[in-house]
């Protein structure tokens, strides 16, 4: 199975006063020729689909024209929402989208979406956890000491029931500890952001968001960077999109 990984898209995104917007159109169909040309089984959005949790009407158009498009080539989305992106804006509609093969994260309440697809070699399971913060999980799961995102991370995946015949494919937007941030990104003090890589550990592929640079973590964690360069610290860095090949379990 071959899976197109993007993330970070921040549609609508300004920098210093000048619109993305024509540039992010202009990548986005670079991307569905990508898709097309590769024959991609399915199409995997690790969060941060706009830049503020309301957009711009331009950037939800846009969006909408990118989703519109992957459906028509028969393409299956499966989207989560980044902490840049409004849960319960970008869930809109959702179940609404099933039926055209868009699959969105609601809004974290204890379980997490799961999208099944299937080839040779069986099923694919692929889980679709949106940003978490602390006081998100703690709000589902008040017995548990949850005091940071690493906290938050290990409650919320060792609540998620894996079938041990299936392969388990995970998105996630979070920062791993020992990846490189960049200058464009939101830090936060004292490292209670940081997700340690073990905790990822039931997965077969990872497919995170949140960071600007493309970077493997480990052998099967990995962020795909953002399609477009949105800091000087990412002058020097090629941009593209990750393709995913997942063989026999």
């Not at 028509?72 to 055209?100: T, Y």
């Amino acid at each position: 199975m071959k899976l197109m990984h993007l993330s970070d898209l921040h549609l609508g995104k300004r920098v210093h006063t000048v619109s993305m917007l024509e540039d992010q159109a202009h990548i986005l169909r670079q991307i569905l020729q990508i898709a097309a040309q590769q024959q991609v089984d399915a199409v995997l959005i690790a969060g941060d689909i706009y830049d503020k949790g309301v957009p711009p009407a331009e950037a939800v158009s846009l969006f909408d024209a990118f989703l519109t498009e992957l459906a028509r080539q028969g393409k299956p989305v499966c989207i989560i929402s980044g902490n840049h992106d409004s849960a319960e804006r970008l869930a809109f509609g959702a179940r609404l989208l099933d039926g055209r093969g868009i699959y969105v994260a609601p809004v974290y309440d204890g379980t997490v979406r799961r999208v099944e697809l299937r080839d040779a070699f069986g099923p694919v399971q692929i889980h679709l956890l949106p940003f978490l913060k602390p006081a998100m999980v703690r709000r589902v799961f008040p017995e548990e000491t949850i005091e940071t995102e690493n906290d938050a991370l290990r409650c919320a995946i060792g609540h998620m029931e894996l079938d041990g015949a299936a392969r388990h494919v995970l998105l996630s937007h979070q920062f791993v500890t020992g990846a490189v941030r960049c200058e464009s990104e939101e830090v936060s003090v004292g490292g209670l952001d940081n997700v340690d890589a073990e905790v990822y550990a039931p997965f077969d592929y990872v497919a995170l968001g949140h960071l600007h640079g493309p970077q493997n973590i480990g052998a099967n964690l990995r962020y795909c960077g953002t399609p477009l360069k949105y800091s000087f610290s990412e002058a020097g860095q090629k941009k593209s999109v990750t393709l995913v090949e997942l063989g026999e379990k």
